[in-house]
């Protein structure tokens, strides 16, 4: 499942810590020996980059530095174990801010020599992935898997091996990030996209028209750049008190009109592909419209639908350590000198 170079040795199940240093959230996460999770805490920096609209990466090292220790006893505290009692950590080695990703990394590697086990490196997509099939071990593959977040709008077909082949993405900015930078020119708080969920929510979703990029004839690939300029150039349009008025439905319109997108392409690939069963995973995935109209879409055609709890949605560590379990049963562990990888792809 990984792409960089590990060792393989072979590695009898229990329980392992995950870690998840990759962005704004430090969280670690327990699993027993069976993948049920036992603990997932997360440590949210938002109000530390929230004045600023957007990550600060110095600030979001640091706040890693301080949270790492306190947030991992506490995960072992709540899953009612000891350290000793670990026999494996699993850690995100990218992709992901550099020094955020250090953090975790280090601490990992630190654990892992203190404890005498294995440590291996996941990919932050990885665990995305890995956390539609945390709740419901038993959801079918073949899936098609959707993985939209700040960073990354990719569409996927998971065979029943595990290995993953894209099948789309996004050509210019991600889900994620079409809703910060719209939340971004609408006035909302950071994060954007719960920020606009929740002013959606008074508004009429089909009000206020914006534009819905197909691009060509069964492309599976996405593109939200237009959305943010249509937005912007809308609101340049209208006076103050038009603003105001008309806050709520500007985000319910500009939020149907990301998922629209995504639902109608998710279940192309679907069709496509010839599968029964559709996970759709990332932070994005906790939007509430999103989550309604996926449900409505999948109940009609009959289909699977994965959508993860909102607790395993945004970044988390129960993921990571899920993503990580696999590579440890498959006999990977990183070497020592294991390094964070801002870039790393899958
Ligand atoms: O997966 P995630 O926590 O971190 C990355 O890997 O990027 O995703 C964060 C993204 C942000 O862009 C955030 O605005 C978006 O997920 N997000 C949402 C919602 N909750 C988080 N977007 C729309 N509606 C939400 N309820
Ligand atoms: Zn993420």
């Given at each position: 499942?990984?792409?960089?170079?590990?060792?393989?040795?072979?590695?009898?199940?229990?329980?392992?810590?995950?870690?998840?240093?990759?962005?704004?959230?430090?969280?670690?996460?327990?699993?027993?020996?069976?993948?049920?999770?036992?603990?997932?805490?997360i440590?949210?920096?938002?109000?530390?980059?929230?004045?600023?609209?957007?990550?600060?990466?110095?600030?979001?090292?640091?706040?890693?530095?301080?949270?790492?220790?306190?947030?991992?006893?506490?995960a072992?505290?709540?899953?009612?174990?000891?350290w000793?009692?670990?026999?494996?950590?699993?850690?995100?080695?990218?992709?992901?801010?550099?020094?955020?990703?250090?953090?975790?990394?280090?601490?990992?590697?630190?654990?892992?020599?203190?404890?005498?086990?294995?440590?291996?490196?996941?990919?932050?997509?990885?665990?995305h992935?890995?956390?539609?099939?945390?709740?419901?071990?038993?959801?079918?593959?073949?899936?098609?898997?959707?993985?939209?977040?700040?960073?990354?709008?990719?569409?996927?077909?998971?065979?029943?091996?595990?290995?993953?082949?894209?099948?789309?993405?996004?050509?210019?900015?991600?889900?994620?990030?079409?809703?910060?930078?719209?939340?971004?020119?609408?006035?909302?708080?950071?994060?954007?996209?719960?920020?606009i969920?929740?002013?959606?929510?008074?508004?009429?979703?089909h009000?206020?028209?914006?534009?819905?990029?197909?691009?060509?004839?069964?492309?599976?690939?996405?593109?939200?750049?237009?959305?943010?300029?249509?937005?912007?150039?809308?609101?340049?349009?209208?006076?103050?008190?038009?603003?105001?008025?008309?806050?709520?439905?500007?985000?319910?319109?500009?939020?149907?009109?990301?998922?629209?997108?995504?639902?109608?392409?998710?279940?192309?690939?679907?069709?496509?592909?010839?599968?029964?069963?559709?996970?759709?995973?990332?932070?994005?995935?906790?939007?509430?419209?999103?989550?309604?109209?996926?449900?409505?879409?999948?109940?009609?055609?009959?289909?699977?639908?994965?959508?993860?709890?909102?607790?395993?949605?945004?970044?988390?560590?129960?993921?990571?350590?899920?993503?990580?379990?696999?590579?440890?049963?498959?006999g990977?562990?990183?070497?020592?000198?294991?390094?964070a990888?801002?870039?790393?792809?899958?």
């Amino acid at each position: 499942m990984m792409t960089v170079a590990q060792s393989t040795s072979t590695w009898t199940p229990g329980a392992i810590l995950g870690i998840e240093t990759s962005c704004d959230e430090t969280a670690a996460s327990v699993l027993a020996a069976d993948g049920a999770v036992l603990s997932n805490i997360i440590a949210s920096q938002h109000d530390v980059h929230q004045r600023f609209g957007g990550v600060v990466p110095e600030l979001a090292s640091r706040a890693h530095i301080e949270s790492i220790e306190g947030v991992s006893a506490k995960a072992l505290q709540q899953a009612g174990l000891e350290w000793t009692e670990l026999t494996g950590i699993a850690v995100t080695q990218g992709p992901g801010l550099a020094g955020a990703l250090l953090v975790g990394v280090n601490y990992a590697k630190a654990l892992g020599y203190a404890l005498n086990i294995p440590v291996v490196g996941v990919s932050h997509l990885e665990g995305h992935i890995a956390s539609a099939w945390l709740k419901d071990p038993a959801f079918p593959l073949p899936s098609v898997v959707l993985v939209v977040s700040g960073g990354h709008t990719h569409l996927y077909y998971k065979q029943p091996d595990g290995r993953c082949r894209l099948l789309g993405s996004t050509r210019d900015d991600a889900a994620g990030e079409a809703f910060d930078k719209g939340a971004q020119l609408l006035g909302l708080e950071y994060p954007g996209g719960p920020a606009i969920d929740r002013l959606a929510r008074q508004g009429k979703p089909h009000s206020i028209a914006f534009p819905r990029s197909h691009l060509k004839k069964g492309s599976l690939d996405f593109s939200f750049s237009g959305l943010k300029t249509a937005l912007l150039y809308r609101l340049q349009a209208m006076d103050e008190l038009s603003r105001e008025k008309q806050a709520a439905d500007l985000a319910a319109g500009y939020q149907e009109a990301i998922v629209a997108i995504l639902v109608e392409k998710a279940f192309a690939a679907v069709r496509s592909s010839g599968v029964r069963a559709l996970a759709v995973v990332g932070g994005v995935s906790a939007n509430s419209r999103l989550r309604t109209l996926l449900q409505q879409r999948a109940a009609s055609e009959s289909l699977s639908l994965s959508l993860p709890p909102l607790a395993y949605c945004t970044d988390n560590a129960a993921m990571i350590a899920a993503a990580g379990r696999q590579s440890l049963l498959a006999g990977l562990r990183a070497p020592l000198d294991i390094d964070a990888q801002a870039s790393l792809s899958r």
